[in-house]
């Protein structure tokens, strides 16, 4: 745990450091740099464009969330049993197309910048999230679920006060993967003009200057580790919560 | 009282429950025992209508129970089963409050309650209290569910084999312990069971269910001394018939008066435990103690013919 979490910090200092004070590792880039060129991307402040694309994967991550725990719960119930394997269908479309060619087909509609890079990555977002939310709400344990009806609890009790945060960390699960997932595809989205870290390793593939794909590459990969780790203790702790750590054991 | 009236459950055109009639009366314990498939747990579950039956009604204190929503219904009705069906993320005193909350119980008052039915249950309310389930052995677990049941004060409580998951030692505690309950909390319980001994224990009346039908509804002695067909013979057990009937009878009602040595019987033990203290040691005649003096004696010739019953 104590090794954990002076990596935790030390990564963490560095991603803060990579975005807000680049110039500081401007000796570590400068031998992948083309001779004479630039080092240290400059076009757009690094701290913006992380912010912006945080804010892409969140916004997409909440509305895939949202829909996919929705679709979720509907199939779950006995009415809507029938539509199970037509929204799991639905989902993997989702899932199957390449990012690239969301992008390609929504910039038409949404044209250029953030829009289509949005619709994109709330595609993606869909499945992990939809299929662990499934797999959570269909293996709960089946005592537990009959003693919830038989004690008189309704449909809704039963579902907000039982099944869901049963079923929790299970979902989170997926809205993890989902999450960072979303943290790679969105730098495809520069290729349209979305504002997100993309733009710096773009720039750096078109002239050439593998500092600039360095630099992207490396404040996106740790914004996904660190956020994935964030992730997993937020669930290990709600799991603690919720069983009073004798799941722990 | 409870009046279950030519109550069906049909799937698939065949009867998992076939027209059972029976009225269970108020205060006292009836098991309904069958084997696996006989429909037992189905004409259970038809009371608090987690199944609807096909035709036929069920009345409580006189009600119809399709007067009310399911889940209305339901929170009347005390329902503990196997594998107790805890909230694992829920503390115990939470789960015990479980049918109190729903019933909109001041927080007072289901506090006190959750104390009190832990203190029944023989566990420390303020040890178990903010504990969670998985925290907690099989047996106080179990002892939990049954609290959960019981919190609101039901008009009845459903049992489906509520001892299944539990070992032999614990579960003869188990039963004590719901029969000392009953007693004091004077409750109307309905248990299911696959296991004859638990029923002819337990039982006020005992129920026999055998493809979807009620063939004989009795107290535990007249099972056992006059079963209706092959099928309950069965069930009581050919060779265990005269000892299950022996242990229905106290020491009481065979006390006599003449000498007799060694360690004394207690009154309210039954006479298989007598029979079991004059073999193991080869008495003929035990002295029998009611709060710790003697007032006569028990002989085996007396056990030995009372044990003939049925002939």
């Given at each position: ?32 740099a ?5 080092v ?120 907000s ?35 997100t ?53 | ?10 799937y ?24 696996s ?21 069920v ?15 339901r ?17 115990v ?18 506090r ?21 389930p ?145 073999l193991w ?27 003939q019953?049925a002939?």
């Open positions: 745990m104590k090794v954990g979490t002076f990596a935790r910090a030390v990564l963490a200092t560095l991603l803060v450091a990579l975005v807000v004070r680049p110039g500081w590792f401007a000796w570590a880039f400068a031998p992948f083309p001779t004479s060129g630039p240290i991307y400059e076009r757009a402040s690094l701290l913006s464009l992380s912010l912006n694309h945080l804010g892409l994967v969140v916004l997409a991550s909440v509305a895939a969330t949202l829909v996919a725990v929705t679709l979720a719960i509907l199939v779950t119930r006995p009415a809507g049993a029938a539509f199970l394997p037509l929204s799991r269908t639905i989902t993997s479309i989702g899932q199957s197309f390449p990012p690239v060619a969301v992008l390609a087909l929504a910039v038409p509609a949404l044209g250029f910048g953030s829009g289509p890079t949005l619709v994109a990555l709330f595609l993606y977002g869909l499945l992990p999230i939809f299929e662990n939310a499934i797999t959570g709400l269909t293996t709960l344990p089946t005592a537990t679920m009959e003693a919830a009806r038989g004690i008189g609890l309704n449909r809704w009790q039963k579902l006060q039982v099944e869901l945060p049963l079923a929790l960390p299970v979902i989170l699960t997926g809205i993890r993967l989902s999450v960072v997932i979303a943290l790679g595809t969105a730098t495809i989205g520069s290729t349209v003009a979305a504002k870290l993309g733009e710096v390793i773009i720039a750096g593939l078109l002239t050439n200057n593998t500092a600039y794909v360095l630099q992207g590459g490396l404040i996106v990969g740790l914004l996904a580790v660190l956020i994935y780790d964030a992730m997993i203790r937020l669930e290990t702790y709600l799991t603690l919560r919720m069983y009073g750590g004798a799941a722990a054991r | 009282m409870i009046e279950i009236d030519q109550i069906s459950k049909v698939d055109s065949k009867a998992a429950v076939d027209a059972v009639s029976m009225t269970v009366q108020t205060g006292t314990i009836t098991v309904i025992v069958g084997t498939g006989s429909g037992k747990t189905t004409l259970l579950r038809m009371i608090n209508r987690l199944e609807e039956p096909t035709s036929g009604e009345r409580i204190n006189g009600v119809v129970t399709t007067t009310m929503p399911g889940h209305i219904l929170r009347r009705i005390g329902y503990a089963i196997q594998g107790h069906g805890l909230f694992p993320h829920h503390s005193g939470r789960n015990i409050a479980a049918v109190p909350q729903l019933l909109g119980w001041s927080k007072d008052k289901t006190a309650r959750v104390d009190e039915l832990l203190t029944l249950f023989s566990m420390d309310p303020d040890q178990f209290r903010d504990r969670y998985a925290e907690l052995s099989g047996g106080q677990q179990q002892r939990v569910g049954v609290a959960r049941a019981l919190a609101s004060r039901p008009d009845l409580l459903l049992m489906d084999e509520p001892f299944g998951a539990l070992d032999p030692i614990i579960r003869a505690r188990a039963q004590a312990d719901l029969r000392r309950i009953q007693r004091a909390l004077g409750s109307t319980i309905m248990l299911v069971t696959h296991d004859m001994e638990e029923a002819i224990h337990l039982g006020d009346r005992v129920a026999v269910m055998d493809g979807g039908r009620l063939v004989q509804h009795g107290t535990p002695a007249e099972i056992i001394q006059h079963p209706a067909t092959p099928f309950v013979a069965d069930m009581v057990g050919g060779v265990d018939r005269p000892l299950r009937l022996l242990s229905l009878i106290p020491v009481s009602d065979l006390i006599e008066d003449g000498p007799a040595t060694g360690a004394p019987v207690a009154a309210q033990a039954s006479l298989r435990d007598a029979l079991s203290e004059c040691t080869g008495r003929d005649a035990l002295p029998v103690a009611r709060d710790g003096d003697v007032i006569g004696r028990v002989t085996l010739p007396a056990i030995r013919a009372r044990a019953g002939t």
